[in-house]
């Protein structure tokens, strides 16, 4: 629990479907109220200590004793689960069956006949959730400037292991989860003409093996990330590549997150603040300016994450994503064999920077959007400029 929250921290700053063999698919609704009780008791007798062991130690240090108090206080007090599960119940659910696998998914259609199916993938510790404020408004229709129509038929499953979909086997891969997420689109809900998809985070790795392998299928891609090792700021230099004032602004945010920010030993090294206060067992932590619009990454929004991960009993098995896929970095960029166009968005606050001279080398980069408000969790962060990207991505789109 509180791992999820340190996590958040350290990384926010995230009709026509009849025509095919369907496989069985059952509708969902969230019901975890009974899970409450036993949460709500541990959030009231998590122990936390007094006063902070050293006063002075700052964020830089990990999560903040008074923030974290902060959100337990809000939590038993002012958070209302039933108010969120309503909130997202309000999204149409379903349940399949791949693989031996139970996939949960939400399935929001437009009511425009030349609707483009779009596939959302999150990361971690993200969910469906991040996506929330973004998927009606892709559902309904909007007309370019040139007069083009163009609106979605999102789907946006939760990972293997995460919330509602089972954990995978143990030998299960980010490879494997492209796979039946394929399977889903194509053969279960008959978006067998093509599809376009985004994904953040891991979901972005994830787009990224659909983008390149299912090159029949997948027709336009907007990704935030891609795996290949991101280029140090002195590699950068040496290739005389000129950054944009926002990727300035990434450029030294990833190098936070590559000193400070990365992993088991560097957390302990670094953040010794965070991995005690984890330690004392507990529920609850983007762009600077999180929580002030157009973001929506309120104090509201992370209990809901958190919640959603612990009421589901899933956070051990959505960490073992990263034990599974050890190596999803490549260090040599190679261009895929596909003709698809990928849309790229670069969010000014996030971890990584891929400058547009090496995405161009891994895609068909049609677009590279930058945008100066949002991070990691941009469909939370700034959900207009997700939508914007999108429609951007409907202009490419061709089946
Ligand atoms: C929590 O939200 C639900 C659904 O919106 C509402 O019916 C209920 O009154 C709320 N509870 C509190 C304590 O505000
Ligand atoms: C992965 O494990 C399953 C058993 O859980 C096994 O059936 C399958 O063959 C394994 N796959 C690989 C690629 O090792
Ligand atoms: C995943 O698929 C890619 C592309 O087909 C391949 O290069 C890579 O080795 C695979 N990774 C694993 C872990 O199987
Ligand atoms: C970068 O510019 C320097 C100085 O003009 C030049 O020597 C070097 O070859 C350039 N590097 C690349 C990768 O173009
Ligand atoms: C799609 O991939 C196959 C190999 O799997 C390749 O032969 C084909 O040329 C690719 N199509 C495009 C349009 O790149």
Same mark, same amino acid.
């Given at each position: 629990?509180?791992?999820?929250?340190?996590?958040?921290?350290?990384?926010?700053?995230?009709?026509?479907?009849?025509?095919?063999?369907?496989?069985?698919?059952?509708?969902?609704?969230?019901?975890?109220?009974?899970?409450?009780?036993?949460?709500?008791?541990?959030?009231?007798?998590?122990?936390?200590?007094?006063?902070?062991?050293?006063?002075? $130690?700052? /964020?830089?240090?990990?999560?903040?004793? *008074?923030? =974290?108090?902060?959100? %337990?206080?809000?939590? #038993?007090?002012?958070?209302?689960?039933?108010?969120?599960?309503?909130?997202?119940?309000?999204?149409?659910?379903?349940?399949?069956?791949?693989?031996?696998?139970?996939?949960?998914?939400?399935?929001?259609?437009?009511?425009?006949?030349?609707?483009?199916?779009?596939?959302?993938?999150?990361?971690?510790?993200?969910?469906?959730?991040?996506?929330?404020?973004?998927?009606?408004?892709?559902?309904?229709?909007?007309?370019?400037?040139?007069?083009?129509?163009?609106?979605?038929?999102?789907?946006?499953?939760?990972?293997?292991?995460?919330?509602?979909?089972?954990?995978?086997?143990?030998?299960?891969?980010?490879?494997?989860? $492209?796979? /039946?997420?394929?399977?889903?689109?194509? *053969?279960? =809900?008959?978006?067998? %003409?093509?599809?376009? #998809?985004?994904?953040?985070?891991?979901?972005?790795?994830?787009?990224?093996?659909?983008?390149?392998?299912?090159?029949?299928?997948?027709?336009?891609?907007?990704?935030?990330?891609?795996?290949?090792?991101?280029?140090?700021?002195?590699?950068?230099?040496?290739?005389?590549?000129?950054?944009?004032?926002?990727?300035?602004?990434?450029?030294?945010?990833?190098?936070?997150?590559?000193?400070?920010?990365?992993?088991?030993?560097?957390?302990?090294?670094?953040?010794?603040?965070?991995?005690?206060?984890?330690?004392?067992?507990?529920?609850?932590?983007?762009?600077?300016?999180?929580?002030?619009?157009?973001?929506?990454?309120?104090?509201?929004?992370?209990?809901?994450?958190?919640?959603?991960?612990?009421?589901?009993?899933?956070?051990?098995?959505?960490?073992?994503?990263?034990?599974?896929?050890?190596?999803?970095?490549?260090?040599?960029?190679?261009?895929?064999?596909?003709?698809?166009?990928?849309?790229?968005?670069?969010?000014?606050?996030?971890?990584?920077?891929?400058?547009?001279?090496?995405?161009?080398?891994?895609?068909?980069?049609?677009?590279?959007?930058?945008?100066?408000?949002?991070?990691?969790?941009?469909?939370?962060?700034?959900?207009?400029?997700?939508?914007?990207?999108?429609?951007?991505?409907?202009?490419?789109?061709?089946?």
């Amino acid at each position: 629990m509180a791992q999820t929250i340190i996590c958040l921290l350290m990384v926010s700053l995230p009709a026509m479907s009849s025509d095919a063999p369907n496989l069985h698919v059952e509708p969902f609704r969230i019901d975890l109220a009974h899970e409450l009780p036993r949460m709500k008791a541990l959030v009231q007798n998590t122990r936390l200590p007094v006063t902070a062991l050293y006063p002075a $130690a700052g /964020i830089e240090f990990g999560i903040r004793l *008074d923030f =974290l108090h902060d959100l %337990q206080v809000e939590w #038993l007090n002012e958070f209302n689960w039933t108010k969120q599960e309503a909130a997202l119940n309000e999204l149409p659910q379903f349940t399949t069956e791949i693989e031996g696998l139970t996939v949960h998914f939400v399935h929001a259609k437009s009511q425009e006949s030349d609707r483009i199916p779009l596939l959302m993938m999150h990361g971690w510790p993200g969910s469906f959730q991040e996506f929330l404020p973004v998927i009606k408004p892709l559902t309904e229709l909007w007309i370019s400037p040139t007069r083009k129509r163009i609106s979605f038929d999102v789907v946006a499953p939760s990972l293997p292991g995460f919330l509602f979909s089972s954990p995978p086997p143990q030998n299960w891969t980010t490879n494997d989860t $492209a796979r /039946i997420f394929n399977t889903l689109m194509v *053969d279960v =809900l008959g978006y067998s %003409q093509g599809y376009a #998809l985004h994904g953040t985070d891991r979901g972005s790795v994830i787009g990224y093996t659909l983008y390149s392998t299912f090159n029949t299928s997948v027709r336009a891609a907007n990704l935030k990330s891609i795996p290949f090792v991101a280029p140090t700021p002195d590699e950068i230099a040496a290739e005389n590549i000129t950054l944009s004032d926002i990727a300035k602004v990434t450029k030294e945010r990833t190098v936070d997150y590559r000193t400070r920010g990365m992993g088991y030993f560097t957390e302990q090294t670094f953040k010794p603040n965070s991995i005690g206060l984890a330690l004392y067992d507990n529920p609850i932590g983007s762009d600077p300016r999180a929580g002030t619009p157009p973001s929506v990454l309120t104090h509201e929004t992370l209990l809901t994450m958190v919640s959603l991960y612990y009421l589901t009993q899933t956070f051990q098995s959505s960490v073992w994503l990263y034990a599974q896929n050890p190596n999803t970095f490549a260090s040599d960029y190679v261009k895929p064999a596909t003709d698809a166009p990928m849309v790229f968005s670069l969010f000014e606050f996030d971890l990584m920077l891929w400058p547009k001279e090496y995405v161009e080398r891994a895609s068909n980069l049609v677009l590279y959007k930058e945008h100066d408000f949002g991070g990691h969790f941009a469909g939370l962060d700034n959900p207009p400029a997700v939508i914007e990207d999108l429609h951007d991505l409907g202009l490419h789109f061709e089946f």
